[in-house]
Structures are given as structure tokens and as C-alpha cells.
């Protein structure tokens, strides 16, 4: 991964960016969607879940429709069976770069993933890359012993990584205990070392939606129940068909765990649409605190009403002229 970041870093880094942040049904998607028709631009998913196959209605992707209207790159392209990471979709940005997929197009980044956001605009460290005995091992154990003894073994072997992580957080712990096998240093020490960010940061424009809480927890309540009415349980049924480890990221969106339950007759539906409703502000409320705490000055604040556009399209042309 490192060699590929360094190549586009010093060759690719893309120009004229502009990146679209919010939480989850903000608008950020119609938002990004107005913004690159205006400016002849492109699309890049910049959240993790959307970048799965499968869960098209369930993680909010763009239609058929949307699609039409302007290129978009990385929806639904990693299989659920992955472990999809920051690392790999900054791999998979380098990819469109060094491919020539956003030349001549201003691309548009949107999402709600914090991290890639961070990635994109600061780089990101580069890390070892793991056998896959080691990795395999690791997933195993942290299904036969659960992320707490996992979390006691980390604290022994790197206290400085352990004492960041919860110990419910199975994944991050598993991914610094491989990390430490695989290279026999801390992920902290290869995580000091930051790479080089994607994009050129004085040309690009940064936004970022804080809807108000009331006003997303309405849009949340409404935007499930179209997921329902457009197949969303279908979905849910698709995935669980795989056989997947429950502790994959894709196995973790809002609303498998809910749907799952309806389809195995555990719940009834309406119950079900209501805890994943409720999961689905929980997460908004994060991602925003996130947004709130992480980005910088440059990161412009929008209200989602019916000046953001007009907000957007203003700042843009500024800076080009």
C-alpha cells in the first residue's frame, strides 16, 4: 500500500476536490448529487458501508437514477465478506488516480466516514501487510474468546494501544494484536508514521451538514420506512444466506440485526423498524459529534436547508475565480 499512496501522492494528488461530510440522511447525498452536475464532476462513496454489495436499499445507496446523472465510483464494489478498512479505500481512491478515472472531472467526495475523510485530506499511515495465517488466526480467536480476553492479552503485550480501545471492540483489538504479530511493532509506532493526503488541500473545498437533531430524527423515521417498502428485509434475508461471521463490519449496519430478527420470528416488525430507527439516531448522533470535534477550521458548516445549495455553489466559484 505504501508504494501505491507514495505514487499518487507525488503524481496523482488530485486537485480542485471538493468533500461533502455529514451524518446519516442529512442530505449529503442529494447535496454531492447537485454539486457535480454543476461543476462537470464525478462521485466518490467516502462511507464505509455503502461501499458493500447487496445492501443497496439498507445503506442508503444511489439509485438508478442518480447513477445516470453522473459518474460514481466505489458503491458496492467489496464483497460482505470483507473486512473492508480506511487503508483499502485509500487504496482503492489511489486506483481511480492512478487509472485516470477522475481526470478531466472535479471529483466530489461524500459520505459520512469520519476516518476516510481524515485520510483523504491528512494521509495515512502505512501499515505491514498481514499473512493471511496471522489474520485468520486472530478472526478465530476473537470468536472463540470473545474481544474482552482479547482486550486482556493486548494490555499485556501493548498497554499504550489497549488503554485506547474498548474492550467490547473486537475488531480494532483483533487488527492490533495481527499488527503486532505480523511486524513485532505496536500499531501505535506505524501509525506515527503518516503518509502523504490525496488530494491538494489549498484547491480543495471542504463542507460539512449539521442538520438539526429534531429535523434528522424525522428524516431518519422516514427514510426506514421507505428501506422497508423497497426491500430492505429482502436484503437482510440475501446476506444472512451467506453464512457470514456476525463480526464483519457489513453484518454490523443498522438494521441487519433488527431485520434478522423478523425474518427469524424473534420480533415483529414494527418493533424491529423502531429499534432500528432509534440505532440509526444513536449513530447520527456520533458521526456529528465526531464531525463537531475532528474537523478543522477549513471545514465549512451548512445548515440542510434551502440555501445549502445556493451556500455550496457560491463558495465554489469563489475560490476558482
Do not use: C
Request: avoid cysteine; hydrophobic fraction near 45%; proline fraction near 5%.
Amino acid at each position: 500500500m505504501e508504494a501505491i499512496l507514495g505514487k499518487a501522492a507525488q503524481e496523482g494528488r488530485v486537485k480542485d476536490a471538493i468533500l461533502i461530510a455529514g451524518p446519516t440522511a442529512s442530505g449529503k447525498s442529494a447535496l454531492a448529487l447537485e454539486i457535480a452536475e454543476h461543476v462537470d464532476g464525478v462521485i466518490v462513496n467516502t462511507d464505509s458501508m455503502q461501499g458493500y454489495s447487496i445492501l443497496n436499499v439498507l445503506t442508503a445507496r444511489p439509485g438508478a437514477d442518480d447513477l445516470a446523472r453522473v459518474p460514481h465510483f466505489l458503491y458496492g464494489h467489496v464483497p460482505p465478506s470483507t473486512a473492508y478498512s480506511t487503508g483499502a479505500w485509500l487504496r482503492d481512491v489511489s486506483e481511480l488516480i492512478e487509472k485516470n478515472a477522475l481526470a478531466g472531472r472535479r471529483p466530489v467526495f461524500v459520505g459520512g466516514t469520519g476516518l476516510y475523510f481524515r485520510a483523504l485530506a491528512e494521509g495515512i499511515s502505512a501499515m505491514p501487510d498481514i499473512p493471511p495465517h496471522i489474520r485468520e488466526r486472530w478472526r478465530h480467536e476473537l470468536i472463540e474468546r470473545g474481544a474482552p480476553r482479547l482486550h486482556r492479552e493486548l494490555m499485556l503485550r501493548d498497554s499504550a494501544m489497549a488503554m485506547q480501545l474498548r474492550p467490547s471492540d473486537g475488531q480494532r483489538i483483533a487488527r492490533a494484536l495481527e499488527v503486532l504479530d505480523a511486524s513485532g511493532r505496536s500499531i501505535l509506532s506505524w501509525q506515527g508514521q503518516r503518509g502523504e493526503p490525496l488530494i491538494d488541500r489549498t484547491s480543495a473545498h471542504f463542507f460539512v451538514i449539521e442538520p438539526d437533531r429534531e429535523a434528522l430524527r424525522t428524516r431518519i423515521d422516514r427514510r426506514f420506512d421507505a428501506m422497508i417498502e423497497q426491500g430492505a428485509l429482502e436484503e437482510v434475508g440475501q446476506i444472512l444466506a451467506l453464512g457470514l461471521d456476525p463480526a464483519l463490519p457489513a453484518m454490523k449496519a443498522i438494521g441487519v440485526r433488527e431485520l434478522q430478527a423478523v425474518l427469524d420470528g424473534e420480533m415483529d416488525a414494527g418493533a424491529a423498524m423502531e429499534r432500528a430507527k432509534i440505532a440509526t439516531r444513536q449513530y447520527a448522533k456520533r458521526q456529528s459529534t465526531w464531525f463537531r470535534n475532528q474537523l478543522g477550521a477549513e471545514w465549512q458548516r451548512l445548515l440542510p436547508n434551502e440555501t445549502m445549495l445556493k451556500m455550496v455553489r457560491a463558495a465554489i466559484e469563489k475560490k476558482i475565480e
